[in-house]
């Protein structure tokens, strides 16, 4: 049998990111990003045999992009796709797996958008779109939530009234699901350990940011919450704050819930703290250079993470090894030594050089010899997209 391919769909509410995924092939054979949809600006980009290209879409939306992005495909496939995955941030309590994509499955979907406003129905628009001009072809959606419904009771649920959760879904529900399993499972390979048999703390740094306990191939805990904004510190998420901040704003500023939620989504973070930039490489080279703000926000954003490992660790029965992984994690020897120096108790040593050495998509143990492993794991969601296409395809 000939080797499948699988486009992977990931839509926002202005933009599809896309990737062609063959099962055998370690690179992408076409990849790409159509942004400023539905807008004068709307620009496909793409990336095929290492030559790029992009063609304006003018005011195209999705479907426009994806009707461009089709002769791309074909041409790369030679006519041969054998399914499309599609992205989707939140499965509700509904999808604890990958799903075919049908009539009562698109319901159940659509069911969950309360719970992610912004997101859910951006990634509707986009299967809508993909089924239209793919009717044919198998399309399976895969949810950033699912892997996070193995959490135990207690660490799902929030210390409110029962009936907040019971009738309208106030639980923990986690996010970056895909990632966490993915450098998991190649964390297991890395190590040379059973995976059905292994402990894992990750950690997915990226634009957004979130720890996971990993036991036995299941998420037994992870630091995002009812939305992504519970956790870490992010590029410009806050993360954790007192529960009453909400009130002391709105009683002593006078400042709305939209005005909040805006500040604690997209001016907080690692550029509310810096008051810089939200970019990790620009705050590392503002901090060489002695930026007061780059260095707290670098120091905060470290100290969290620490606190939120060790906090994950209450879900482990031995550690097997602690996993980097997201542009932050892959490409910040920086970022990864602050934080295991404030994990000694942890008994966790990093190897200066080995820490050096894994960027820019190198993966390896960072740990220094005789502690606990560290690895640095790249993230590939597309491919675990891909992968759970094909495993539902065959099913
Ligand atoms: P997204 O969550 O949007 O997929 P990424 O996983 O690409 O984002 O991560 C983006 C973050 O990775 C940014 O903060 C970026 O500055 C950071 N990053 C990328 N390369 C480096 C590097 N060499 N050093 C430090 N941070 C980096």
Known sequence: MPSRNI???NCGSSSIKFALVNEEQPDFILSGLAERLASPE????????????????QGGDHRT??????PLVQNATGGQLHGIGHRVVHGGEHFTAACRIDTVSLLAIRATSPLAPLHNPANLQGIEAALKLFPELPQVAVFDTAFHQSLPEHAYRYAVPEQLYREHGVRRYGFHGTSHRYVSQRAAEMAGVP?????????????????????????????????PLEGLVMGTRSGDVDPNLHGHLARTLGWSLEQIDAMLNK????????????????LEQAREQGHAGATLAIEVFCYRLAKSLAAMSCALPQLDGLIFTGGIGENSPLIRSKTVEHLKLFNLTLDAQ??????????????????????????????????????????
């Open 65 to 70: 992009a994806l009707q461009h992005l089709l």
């Open 354 to 395: 080995a820490n050096a050495r894994c960027i820019r998509g190198v993966a390896g143990a960072i740990g220094a010899e005789g502690h606990p492993r560290v690895l640095v794991v790249p993230t590939n969601e597309e491919r675990q997209i891909a992968l759970d296409t094909l495993a539902l395809l065959t099913a």
């Open 42 to 57: 709307a620009v496909l980009h793409w990336q095929h045999n290492g030559e790029k290209d992009s063609l304006l879409l």
């Open 267 to 282: 001016d907080s973070g690692l550029l509310g703290l810096s008051g810089l930039s939200n970019d990790m490489r620009s």
């Open 7 to 9: 486009l992977v769909i």
């Open 195 to 227: 995976y059905a048999a292994s402990s894992w703390l990750s950690a997915h740094l990226g634009n957004g940011c979130s720890t996971c306990a990993i036991v036995d191939g299941q998420s037994r805990d992870t630091s995002m919450g009812l939305t």
